[in-house]
């Protein structure tokens, strides 16, 4: 497989390796003498604590130590902090909700921690955390989004009334008002965004290390980033330079936004560690993940479209209920305001826009970004109302969104909400889209699935995201002793299938077979900067600071190769199909990969050389617009509710795809996340006392592979003008498009039967009940 070029099906190259076993996780990684931690948590939504009784844990056989926020206070540690400053619409300060790792004197939340127990084992642990005795005095909770910001909800924190952390607004009020009193017709509708929980397959862990000499900690966990924990733990909570924390992060099985952050275990181990001066390390179960992962979406949005006497969209007005959880966590306030209104127009030419976003507490796990981070929660209500503004006005699916898209004609344009879309041929796209999924003979498809007795209905969607965040992004080209082109950069893979595309875009430049690179990712010692993964922005900045450093590398190869061809530099030539260095006009060359180990070999020797090796340090200055169609077709059973995808059909643009068949899979994981939302996942919490009641896969119902359908994804390739690589954030797309088209595709096929409107998740309950209700009325 020497050398592949971009945009071809290359195999994942990490896939043998984690496939057969060989992977390492932080659960596979135990120092010598390593100690064991637990969390215990609160039993209860809201509670005080009155009294923490450590003594009969330490007394546990093994426990070596109990921590409780009280020894938190005594080292001085500092909060877990939200980093996202934000301004109600009033111009004051959205509110906190200060915490340390561990409870001080109320718990506000099933899961909330309150003590940490380390042993010589994790049973030992396990036995003293139950040993703690706790005294609570339970107070009313609030876990309800709809009521919690109401008058008389129970208070989640004091001094923050109706539990509204933030109120925010960003649009023409004025002019969308105005559009609003001129439309020929205002289509008004609510849908609710479920909470959902990430179920990654890799649970959180940690293993913390102290060196006293040093006064250094090195942290092994499963991040999506190193470096955003290193800033947070040295800066917020330690208050210690940075250099005296190490953030290693090995293999990674799945994150989808979850694990970008510093958690309250993370800064336990390491307190711990310092504490004991012996390693601590602690690993997450099942059901303590369901209580303590950030867990995403869980909006109720009230959205009003406005149109003309032709159907052309005017103006669009959304107020959008978020819940933040019991605390703001580290982006939280950022996700459905500034990440989520910005694409708010998606595809469509708006004359102007207007959203509000409130931000309520309630007494359940803090709420953060998950695939998409705000911006599949816009593309939902904004394809939900064009196909009920269809309904309403008796105008074709298809045909209103046609009349309402922005043409390729207009780019670069600005949308509504002030995003310049560089580049898009929306038009080609859904066309393309409809032919594929065979829009014009879904009559037959119905007719044959009536005489079966089953319902069915089709269903678009057009979705539009913003991807690809900055400011920054570093990689570095080294050529190692043992013949390796070692490639370190600043993201994390978590299963996107980094080390091949990366591998293949160095390839690419440099004609360096593929299996002689290696990429090295996750460990903040190694690699000084980077920013870590997340908002599909990877390739889109890494990959532009691979090809700024591969051509510097490529530029001091032309000067070692003069020096060593004994020719003048202008006559050195580079062919990357041959990753070779020549004299022009002759047959006198040196391999990229000999010539590196040449001059490595002289300046062992203490000769004069000119080293290959390369840093360089992109500056990322604007977003990347990947957008696309998806169409489902649903099959319902009436006397059940039971729901079943025989046809799922997407058509991308991502840009230049460096490896097609890598996007395909991401896609398909985005589109089964969102098949599991819309008709599979609940989050449900107790509404009189707070417990959260869906807390382990028994009740949890994740999408198994037999409820998914052969997911067919094409592309239409629209390349991107805002970077060289022609590249647009693709690891999200397949979770943005997926709700609102399966969603519109169930109300098409129960509309039938008198259902007009649905909200996730659509279970079989919830769907016999919707039929129960209109055939009653």
Not at 51 to 59: C, E, V, W
Not at 112 to 127: G, I, W
């Amino acid at each position: 497989m020497a050398k592949f070029g971009l945009s071809q099906p290359l195999r994942r190259i990490e896939d043998p390796r984690l496939l057969k076993g060989d992977g390492r996780y932080t659960d596979d990684i135990a120092p010598p003498g390593a100690t064991h931690g637990v969390v215990l948590r609160s039993p209860h939504a809201a509670a005080k604590i009155l009294s923490i009784d450590t003594a009969p844990a330490l007394a546990v056989p093994g426990v070596l130590a109990v921590f409780t926020a009280k020894d938190w206070a005594d080292q001085g540690l500092g909060e877990i902090p939200c980093v996202i400053p934000l301004k109600n619409s009033d111009g004051t300060a959205r509110s906190s909700t200060p915490r340390g790792a561990l409870a001080t004197d109320r718990v506000r939340h099933v899961g909330d921690p309150v003590a940490f127990v380390v042993a010589e084992t994790a049973q030992a642990a396990k036995d003293g955390a139950e040993a703690v005795f706790v005294d609570y005095e339970e107070l009313p909770s609030a876990t309800d989004l709809a009521t919690a910001h109401k008058p008389g909800a129970a208070q989640v924190w004091d001094g923050i009334p109706n539990n509204i952390a933030f109120d925010w607004e960003t649009g023409d009020k004025a002019k969308v008002e105005a559009l609003m009193q001129q439309a020929a017709h205002v289509t008004k509708l609510t849908v609710v965004n479920n909470r959902v929980v990430v179920a990654s397959m890799e649970v959180r862990a940690a293993t913390a290390e102290y060196d006293a000499a040093q006064e250094k900690f090195t942290l092994t966990c499963g991040t999506q980033g190193s470096w955003l924990v290193k800033e947070l733990l040295a800066g917020s909570v330690f208050h210690l330079p940075p250099e005296k924390f190490r953030v290693v992060t090995p293999d990674v099985g799945g994150g989808f936004g979850m694990k970008l952050y510093l958690y309250a275990e993370y800064a336990l181990v390491c307190m711990a560690a310092r504490t004991l001066q012996r390693p601590v390390k602690w690993t997450s179960e099942r059901t303590e993940a369901f209580q303590s992962d950030t867990h995403g979406r869980d909006n109720i949005t009230e959205g009003e479209l406005a149109l003309d006497k032709d159907g052309k969209f005017l103006a669009l007005r959304t107020r959008n209920y978020a819940n933040m959880g019991a605390y703001l966590n580290t982006f939280a306030p950022m996700i459905p305001t500034m990440a989520g209104t910005k694409v708010l127009a998606s595809v469509y030419d708006f004359q102007a826009i207007h959203a509000n976003v409130i931000g309520v507490l309630t007494n359940t796990v803090p709420v953060d970004a998950y695939r998409g981070a705000g911006r599949p929660e816009s593309n939902y209500v904004v394809e939900r109302l064009i196909d009920a503004a269809a309904r309403e006005l008796g105008i074709d699916r298809v045909e209103i969104r046609k009349r309402n898209m922005v043409g390729q004609g207009a780019m670069p344009y600005v949308s509504a909400m002030g995003q310049r879309y560089d580049s898009g041929d929306f038009a080609t796209v859904l066309d393309a889209a409809l032919k594929k999924a065979d829009w014009a003979g879904f009559p037959a498809r119905r007719a044959a699935a009536a005489a079966r007795g089953r319902q069915r209905g089709i269903g678009l969607a057009y979705y539009l995201e913003a991807t690809g965040g900055g400011p920054t992004e570093r990689a570095e080209v080294r050529f190692a002793a043992d013949g390796f082109a070692e490639v370190l950069v600043g993201t994390q893979s978590t299963g996107q299938g980094h080390e091949t595309a990366y591998a293949m875009l160095t390839s690419h430049e440099l004609g360096i077979p593929i299996e002689r690179i290696r990429i090295i990712q996750g460990d903040s010692d190694e690699i000084p900067t980077g920013g870590g993964t997340g908002g599909a922005r990877s390739l889109y900045s890494e990959g532009q600071a691979i090809l700024l450093t591969t051509a510097t590398v490529i530029e001091k190869g032309k000067q070692a190769a003069s020096e060593h061809l004994e020719a003048a530099v202008a006559d050195i030539e580079f062919t990357p199909a041959a990753g070779k260095f020549s004299v022009v006009g002759t047959d006198r060359g040196v391999n990229i990969l000999d010539l590196a180990r040449i001059q490595r070999e002289r300046a062992a020797k203490g000769e004069p050389a000119t080293l290959l090796d390369a840093a360089e340090v992109a500056d990322i200055k604007s977003h990347t617009f990947p957008n696309g169609c998806h169409i489902a077709e649903v099959e319902v059973e009436l006397d059940t509710g039971l729901i079943t995808v025989p046809r799922y059909i997407v058509v991308d643009d991502v840009g230049h795809a460096i490896n097609p068949m890598i996007v395909r899979g991401q896609v398909h994981g985005g589109v089964a996340q969102g098949i599991g939302q819309a008709v599979h996942e609940r989050t449900a919490y107790d509404p009189e006392s707070g417990q959260l009641l869906s807390a382990s896969f028994m009740d949890y119902a994740l999408p198994r592979a037999e409820d998914l359908p052969d997911i067919e994804v094409d592309f239409i390739s629209v390349p991107c003008e805002t970077n060289p690589l022609g590249v647009k954030g693709a690891g999200e797309a397949g979770a943005v498009g997926s709700p609102p088209a399966l969603m519109n595709a169930l109300v098409d096929a129960l509309s039938q039967v008198g259902v007009n409107h649905l909200d996730m998740p659509a279970t079989p309950e919830s769907v016999w009940k919707a039929i129960a209700q209109a055939k009653a009325a």
